[in-house]
């Protein structure tokens, strides 16, 4: 069962913010949200992961909801090499250790000039 | 900052060969995912090793097998290659003893299968 739930594709223009929004309405009260992005056919590369409070880092920040159903990605100047498929993924730790990342179907944003 | 090694990078097999790729963790970590992206898809997880022990096991075929070494370093092993295991094979590394685990992941290898 898909546990996040993203639009297939956005596209944004360079130098504007982009908003990637990112539903997990069955989040669990220790689940994290996790976002990575792959541009093409390179590895995945993380950008960002929060529980409940809004985080920020160099690359993005992350707001998730009160009730934490639901994030929002946000890119604050998009440039084109920000083009990638985003992946809002859910995870938590288990008895051992964190575990396998889910990747579901992403976000394919295209940042255009 | 180092990053995961994943070798070789491109690697082309005739059907029913054998192939191993390599994966090369950041310093420091002690655990190892192994992921597969089939053309058009998203990643799927494989396997991974925690301490040279095998942690979890995904859809892995039984001719795939992986270990992890006392220097971390695994290795994922595939026997009979078919034409559907082409593919691009991620390994990601990370330390149990980060702040929830972040796992880092390397630039792939692409496997073509003829």
């Known amino acids: 069962d898909a546990k996040t739930t993203q639009p297939p594709s956005m596209d944004c223009a360079e130098g504007r913010a982009a908003n990637l929004p990112c539903n997990h309405s069955t989040i669990s009260g220790n689940e994290y949200v996790y976002w990575y992005r792959q541009i093409h056919s390179q590895g995945p590369q993380y950008i960002i992961h929060g529980l409940k409070n809004n985080e920020t880092n160099e690359m993005a920040s992350l707001i998730i909801t009160e009730d934490r159903k639901s994030s929002t990605l946000i890119l604050p100047h998009a440039t084109l090499r920000d083009t990638a498929v985003y992946y809002c993924?859910?995870?938590?730790?288990?008895?051992?250790?964190?575990?396998?990342?889910?990747f579901g179907a992403g976000t394919q944003v295209v940042v255009t000039p | 900052a180092a990053g995961v090694i994943q070798s070789p990078r491109h690697l082309i097999k005739e059907k029913r060969e054998t192939a191993t790729l390599k994966c090369y963790p950041i310093p420091r970590h002690d655990t190892v995912y192994w992921y597969q992206q089939g053309p058009g898809q998203d990643p799927q997880f494989l396997i991974s090793f925690y301490e040279k022990m095998q942690s979890d096991k995904g859809s892995i075929p039984d001719r795939f097998s992986a270990q992890q070494f006392s220097d971390y370093h695994s290795e994922l092993n595939m026997s009979s290659l078919e034409l559907g295991d082409s593919a691009l094979y991620f390994c990601a590394s990370s330390s149990q003893a980060s702040l929830q685990e972040t796992q880092y992941f390397g630039p792939g290898t692409r496997l073509l299968v003829l």
């Open positions: 993924i859910v995870r938590a730790p288990t008895t051992d250790s964190w575990g396998k990342l889910q």
